[in-house]
Nanobody
Framework: QVQLVESGGGLVQPGGSLRLSCAASGSIFAAMGWYRQAPGKERELVAQISRGGGTNYADSVKGRFTISRDNAVNTVYLQMNSLKPEDTAVYYC???????????WGQGTQVTVSS
């Protein structure tokens, strides 16, 4: 049974930093990443990392966010720096398997950037 457990969200002032973590279990994941959904908006990709370390970022977070993963403990991290109010959203951990081809989601963690 696949489980994704997220932690690290919260309230931070503009310009501040947060680090999200997602511990995964139950499979070997080809890619892991983070999506976010703000009120009234569609869920969007924030960053993704392959098992080999290749990364992909949304243009809006390039240079501010860094994704990393530790395959030994099946955990993916998102270091978020220089946070802006528009980064406010629920952040969801995502993990993909190839065989079978499936997407798995965490429960979501709230990130609020406000003064």
């Amino acid at each position: 049974q696949v489980q994704l457990v997220e932690s690290g969200g919260g309230l931070v002032q503009p310009g501040g930093s947060l680090r999200l973590s997602c511990a995964a279990s139950g499979s070997i994941f080809a890619a892991m990443g983070w999506y976010r959904q703000a009120p009234g908006k569609e869920r969007e990709l924030v960053a993704q990392i392959s098992r080999g370390g290749g990364t992909n970022y949304a243009d809006s977070v390039k240079g501010r966010f860094t994704i990393s993963r530790d395959n030994a403990v099946n955990t993916v991290y998102l270091q978020m720096n220089s946070l802006k109010p528009e980064d406010t959203a629920v952040y969801y951990c995502n993990a993909k398997t190839i065989v079978p081809m499936r997407n798995y989601w965490g429960q979501g963690t709230q990130v609020t950037v406000s003064s």
